[in-house]
T-cell receptor, first 115, second 115 residues
């Protein structure tokens, strides 16, 4: 099975712009979660989607949003970019089962640099 | 989800077993122990998980103490490619509300395997 894919792998934007990142989950997986990783804050949970619905959300401002399509592919959008949004954005997919047996598998990430 | 405590860093000689400890003294009965690792700037890689029994797969073994307050990840024959940050995560066994899709990462253990 192919793994989780994320596009683009690298992105450079300027402050005030917006950006859209894409994630294709493992075939058959219905849950997609997004994380932000920075040197200062580590890995932090952004949100999770299952069957096109956001089920859970982390503590991030409204500038961070996402959506999921009927084929389980997901996008996240960051509007009005700030310098602090420079980070590695990671997507993880899982079958979407209940709780502890729902193992997440991560993609390679998108490295976003905001100038 | 329960909090975990891991040593900041550890060293291991190539070919020897690497034993990475994790303390999760406040773990609840329905919480699973997960291990991931992250090689520099790549997405985290799932290693293994367990509830209360010891687990083994092709990558590693997971030993959970009888009281479930701590666990040890064992890489039986470490190689240079095992150099990475290893994360121990405790995750609730039943999904719902704030647990959907969310993995809470700490700072992890930097494992350095040397020749």
């Amino acid at each position: 099975k192919a793994g989780v894919t994320q596009t683009p792998r690298y992105l450079i934007k300027t402050r005030g712009q917006q950006v859209t990142l894409s994630c294709s989950p493992i075939s058959g997986h219905r849950s997609v979660s997004w994380y932000q990783q920075t040197p200062g804050q580590g890995l932090q949970f952004l949100f999770e989607y299952f069957s096109e619905t956001q089920r859970n959300k982390g503590n991030f401002p409204g500038r961070f949003s996402g959506r999921q399509f009927s084929n389980s592919r997901s996008e996240m959008n960051v509007s009005t970019l700030e310098l602090g949004d420079s980070a590695l954005y990671l997507c993880a997919s899982s079958p979407g089962l209940a709780g502890g047996t729902d193992t997440q598998y991560f993609g390679p990430g998108t490295r976003l640099t905001v100038l | 989800d329960a909090k975990t405590t891991q040593p900041t860093s550890m060293d291991c000689a190539e070919g020897r077993a690497a034993n990475l400890p994790c303390n999760h003294s406040t773990i609840s009965g329905n919480e699973y122990v997960y291990w991931y690792r992250q090689i520099h700037s790549q997405g985290p890689q799932y290693i293994i998980h367990g509830l209360k029994n010891n687990e083994t797969n092709e990558m590693a073994s997971l030993i959970i103490t009888e009281d479930r307050k701590s666990s040890t990840l064992i890489l039986p024959h470490a190689t240079l490619r095992d150099t990475a940050v290893y994360y121990c995560i405790v995750r609730v066994g039943r999904a719902g509300g704030t647990s959907y899709g969310k993995l809470t990462f700490g700072q992890g253990t930097i494992l350095t395997v040397h020749p």
